[in-house]
């Protein structure tokens, strides 16, 4: 099952566009992109705190509070700025097992001048789940997230 992203692109744009609290901002982002990605089992925001990822707006079970940078897919990502895409968790290195159910990954850190201040984590249940088409779509969705609340709020180092 294929997502359109380019419509849901438009989608985010209509329900970012009158919002000017990042918080719920990032709760209807999360929300949104949840209802809309199919074969997930969890999608959210990890926050970055100095050293640390906090976890921030999820829809999914529990999840793993806080990782430190550089460790497991999220503290990798972020501390590498850049997408990482898993096919199998349980054979990355490091891979910090939140929930037993997940097995392949994406995650795509959130920049603002050149600063990684959080990342998006989505989890699937299924093998190989993202693919080429997944990852440019959810970085273009990401891109448009980061730039409506950098528009609010040009500093993003804590937003939330």
Not at 12 to 40: C, K, M, Q, Y
Not at 137 to 144: F, K, T, Y
């Amino acid at each position: 099952m294929t997502v359109n992203y380019e419509l849901l692109e438009k989608q985010l744009v209509a329900l970012l566009s009158d919002e000017t609290d990042l918080l719920a901002l990032s709760a209807n982002f999360v929300g949104l992109l949840h209802a809309e990605i199919p074969r997930i089992s969890w999608l959210g925001i990890y926050v970055v705190r100095g050293d640390t990822l906090v976890l921030g707006p999820f829809q999914g079970l529990p999840a793993c509070v806080r990782i430190p940078m550089g460790q497991g897919v999220c503290g990798t990502a972020a501390r590498e700025a850049k997408t990482l895409r898993v096919d199998n968790v349980h054979a990355f290195e490091g891979h910090i097992a939140c929930d037993p159910q997940s097995i392949s990954e994406i995650v795509v850190p959130l920049r603002n001048r050149d600063e990684v201040f959080a990342v998006l984590d989505i989890d699937s249940p299924f093998e190989a789940r993202f693919g080429r088409q997944d990852q440019q779509g959810v970085e273009r969705l990401c891109g448009r997230f980061v730039q409506r609340l950098s528009d609010l709020r040009p500093d993003l180092t804590e937003f939330i």
